[in-house]
């Protein structure tokens, strides 16, 4: 197994929290994620900038449980966003989530992969390729935004966009601080050379 770069922001223990950090940590625990949520990830970081991260994770929750995109949509976009950033945490926490809501393993396994999922269903890889397309160009042409119109319609639309944002905000989060799944997991990716 390759080395992994060290984590670059301690994690705050519970005890040791200041009322903004407790704070975020109850709207974390009082939202859709649940009690048994844990500062790690994206949320050990936000730790270190509470009034941050309570905005962060509003947006999140509700860009996570709220939309009106399907699951199985939802999750594949995120997926495709942890793989294009290579967001370690993001796709450990995310690939078994994408499973149940049924992204194929094929699916999965090809976009961790790098690959276009060549099994995938026609909603998939029209939003793969709007994906790929938003992410590599900046933009989307009127061809890929009309396939993808064509099944989502506007809110839904305007929502992924802002679930790709939101993602892509997680995985710069995970990325700058080293923010990784737990030492006994396989990393998904291969750690950049620094």
């Known amino acids: 197994m390759a080395k992994r770069p060290a984590q670059r922001l301690p994690l705050v223990a519970e005890a040791e929290m200041n009322k903004a950090q407790l704070t975020l940590l109850r709207a974390l625990r009082d939202g859709p994620r649940g009690q048994s949520i844990t500062p ?9 900038a509470p009034d941050l991260g309570l905005l962060a994770q509003a947006l999140g929750a509700y860009v996570r449980y709220q939309t009106s995109l399907p699951p199985r949509l939802s999750e594949f976009a995120i997926l495709c966003t942890a793989r294009h950033w290579r967001a370690q945490y993001e ?3 995310h ?3 994408a499973e149940r809501e049924g992204v194929s393993k094929k699916v999965i396994a090809d976009l961790q992969a790098g690959k276009r999922p060549a099994s995938g269903t026609k909603e998939e890889l029209a939003l793969y390729d709007f994906i790929e397309e938003l992410y590599k160009n900046r933009r989307v042409s009127d061809k890929t ?3 993808v119109y064509a099944f989502l319609g506007e809110e839904a639309l305007v929502q992924l966009v802002g679930i790709l944002g939101y993602y892509s905000l997680i995985a710069m989060t995970l990325n700058v601080f080293n923010m990784l799944p737990p030492e006994d997991v396989e990393l998904a990716f291969a750690e950049p050379k620094s």
Request: positive net charge; proline residues 11%; charged residues 15%.
């Open 95 to 97: 690939a078994p989530i």
């Open 145 to 147: 935004y009309e396939r």
């Open 40 to 48: 790690r990830g994206p949320f050990g970081a936000w730790m270190h």
């Open 91 to 93: 796709w450990f926490a």
